[in-house]
């Protein structure tokens, strides 16, 4: 059941694989993220389990050199929500109540996009998070199997 109170466009597109555009306080960068959402069924778990998105790739990349298996890259061309290259490094999620997300969202802070993130990317984004060593299993919970 969804959490009453809920704004009724993010109750509309608030789903595995939906993207938005925010700042998110607790990143070091205080530029705005892409952020995807990884939660199986978001509406009903009160808690938004979000991917981080990032352009910088190479970093990522040699910051991850031994585990690439929980990176997933991500073009303008197969998502063009995005501007750039990207990366999601899936060994670093962030959480935000329910309840947060959609005060944020219904105050305009949050952007909402009208493409999902397509199947294959969100089966890679699945595979990623349940490979991580360093995703606690409670999170992983909330992300289907791959």
Not at 46 to 57: G, N
Request: aromatic share 6%.
């Amino acid at each position: 059941m969804a959490t009453p109170g809920i704004d009724l466009k993010l109750r509309l597109t608030l789903r595995e694989g939906s993207a938005y555009y925010f700042t998110e306080r607790s990143l070091t960068s205080p530029e705005p993220h892409y952020f995807i959402v990884v939660n199986h069924d978001p509406l009903t778990q009160q808690v938004l389990l979000l991917s981080v998105v990032t352009s910088k790739v190479e970093e990522v990349k040699r910051r991850r050199a031994g585990c690439p298996q929980t990176l997933v890259e991500l073009s303008p061309e197969v998502f063009d929500v995005l501007k750039k290259p990207s990366v999601v490094d899936c060994n670093r999620l962030k959480t935000i109540p329910l309840s947060e997300f959609n005060a944020r969202f219904a105050g305009r802070e949050i952007r909402g996009f009208d493409k999902d993130l397509p199947p294959a990317l969100r089966k890679a984004l699945r595979a990623a998070i349940h490979a991580s060593a360093l995703v606690p299993g409670e999170l992983k919970a909330l992300v289907a199997q791959p």
